[in-house]
């Protein structure tokens, strides 16, 4: 039979009620000929408890125990996610990561995947057994011990889990009900999207479109694993949500498929840095080992050798990004004059996989917001994305009319 | 070095500052130069409401998928065990049921330990580990899946553990601060007993009071496993609780160890039945049958080929009790006139291993309770025990005349 994964997040199984109306949606995909695999998270705010008693016991905790403590969240769904199935008469077993076993790396509260045997739970289904619920998260080290995959994890074993078992699809059910064009907040011409490629996704994602965890997405596209996301909160119906899927899967679609916005954004300045070689170097190398995240980085044209470098980072980075470039300063590796942060700026982008074969898209964004009256401080391009830093004041404004200007509101 | 198992139960695992006063402890019985084992029960109340979650989810549910759930509490207190000694620069680690692992029979809900290899434990003790922190109450079963022993389950992993690694001893760190010659509350003349025989443990185990699982009790007599009960809540030290051991530990002890009440019992009578051979067989098989938990057993003097049976048992198992023997009669099974239930008695003993070497003891038990002016209602005894059934009213005063005519307020 083919087999679905289907993964529940922590708000879709925050109480019994809401892991009986999760179990009816599993039900339903068992009749449609499924044998389903699920995938749970910890009831919502227990996973927050159990860290915070973790880390009120030891500050620098030994990762290992963290592991162990941590994890038990998502047992105590597996199981009570199986009784309420066998309650609905569909056979239905748990399984904690080591039992499966989902090998992973040593690598406590941050491991990843390396194999996950099918051969268990497949008997199972051969058995007749027709649903496997699998603690999400979790897994098991080389060494025999519990280890997690850092947060968001259960999205990432949710991927794995269909790439391993060739899935048809998986299914990630959460408290959003797709992927939109924009944020409905925003806009309410905001679309949600029948289908998104991969790519799309994860620019959408890393632009802090918070449906989806990077990083199962990126692993998603990797195998080829077709996702859906769906909310858990909606009627039950076969084409809710967004199918996030290989760019071949989608056969008409805007050259923009949506716009992305980030207010966290701060700008800052480095003023009469001298332009030789290494300069780059010599500043985002202390930045980097500061765990300061520099996005966007623009340098303006030399003049008499000396430049401007402007570069953009999460705004609660600004503190830790100024001590370390007086550090350096301080310590003569680099030379500047003045170091000028700007906090009130956002990022607008777009995003399209169409913008490979479409020319003038970036010329376009830039004229729709020079007719709002809007300047542009900085930008970066990739092959699939246009994003500019504004200020923050006219972000609203931007993402409204670029939604506008690219026919958002309506499909391909 | 010398192994010693400390087990805490839920109220001293309660909160983190009931895990660090534990950890104190188990930190001053390392420097005393032991390799200590503990086993650990859930945070109190945990228990509960996994219980609860699984019976609203599930009042029929697969006992497999209940120990998944439930054993779950204990992982968290192990894990947060081990972090609390490593904080205290205690080389500590948590080990689940499995990772041990103990191997349990697949009675889920009720299992039984079946064997604890130690060299896990035991290559992790050689490597400098000084505290292994055991989840209590679970096991892994021969099919892989996860097991818990019942309640009170912990006291018997603890007592487990001891005899698999010969422990010098076991602690078990609890709420009550020892066993008493008789409960504290009816008399206050009521004193700690420095040492008990397991016989008598188990004989006031099953009586009533509920200082430890009986089943552990009988474990560690079958071992000769050294049980000392202790409190958490007291100072820190060597003589500290009460000592439960083999006979021969105990030098000078009273002919009577202590006076056992228990408020919850019930008289049933059947009037007339017919004295013949297989009649105690046609009464009590029906109700063991019903789950009636039948105790003491009286059958009058026969006359004119009928006879009086009386029995006692808990008083919430009344009604069972009833409806079975009245089902037995309309089947045709037994025949009697009535059946008269008493259900204002209550049941006082008096337990002590020197009874089997002092005659008379039975009769100044009888003899005090006559000078009260208490009225017998009916009279078992076994090699170490007497037991008489009385007036529930009378019960305290019953219970203070014992206490002082065998001199339990003075030790031997």
């Known amino acids: 039979m083919p087999i679905l994964v289907m993964k529940f997040g922590g708000t879709s199984v925050a109480t019994l009620d809401r892991i009986r109306r999760a179990a009816k949606r599993v039900g339903r995909e068992v009749a449609n000929g499924y044998d389903v695999i699920i995938i749970v998270s910890a009831m919502s705010g227990k996973t927050n408890e159990l860290v915070g008693w973790v880390e009120e016991t030891s500050p620098l905790f030994d990762a290992r125990e963290y592991d162990a403590v941590v994890s038990s969240g998502e047992n105590v769904t597996a199981g009570l996610m199986a009784l309420t199935l066998q309650e609905m008469d569909v056979p239905a077993r748990s399984w904690q990561g080591w039992q499966v076993p989902v090998q992973t790396t040593s690598a406590h509260a941050s491991a990843r995947i390396e194999a996950i045997p099918t051969d268990n739970i497949m008997a199972k289904f051969a058995e007749g057994m027709q649903v496997a619920v699998v603690a999400g998260f979790q897994g098991i080290s080389p060494e025999g011990r519990i280890t997690t995959l850092g947060r968001g994890g259960s999205d990432t074993t949710a991927v794995a889990f269909a790439a391993a078992f060739g899935a048809e699809r998986c299914d990630i059910y959460t408290d959003v009900d797709g992927v939109y064009t924009t944020d409905p907040r925003i806009t309410d011409k905001a679309r949600k999207l029948d289908r998104i490629a991969f790519e799309e996704m994860l620019e ?68 009469d840095v001298a332009d030789k070689p290494g300069i780059a170097a010599s500043i985002f190398g202390p930045l980097a080992e500061a765990g300061v995240n520099v996005d966007m980085i623009v340098q303006n044209i030399s003049e008499g050798g000396m430049t401007d470098m402007t570069f953009s980072c999460p705004i609660n980075e600004v503190k830790r990004a100024e001590k370390a470039l ?22 607008v982008s777009i995003v399209g996989i169409g913008m490979r074969s479409h020319a003038g898209v970036a010329a376009k964004m830039f004229q729709t917001l020079r007719d709002e009256g809007i300047n542009i401080k900085v930008i970066t391009t990739s092959e699939i994305k246009v994003s500019v830093l504004i200020d923050r004041k006219y972000m609203e404004l931007a993402v409204q009319a670029l939604h506008d200007a690219f026919g958002l509101d309506k499909a391909a």
């Open 204 to 271: 959408l994602a890393s632009l802090g479109a918070k449906v989806l965890q990077t990083r199962s997405v990126e692993l998603a596209m990797r195998y080829n694993v077709r996702l859906r996301v769906v909310s858990s909160f909606e009627e039950m119906s076969d084409d809710a949500g967004t199918l996030v899927c290989a760019e071949e899967e989608i056969v008409e679609s805007n050259v923009v498929a949506g716009v992305a916005h980030s207010r966290d954004e701060a700008k800052l300045t480095l003023t």
């Open 326 to 347: 007086d550090d350096a300063r301080a310590a003569g590796q680099i030379d500047y004059a003045d170091l000028v942060a700007d906090t009130d700026v956002a990022k």
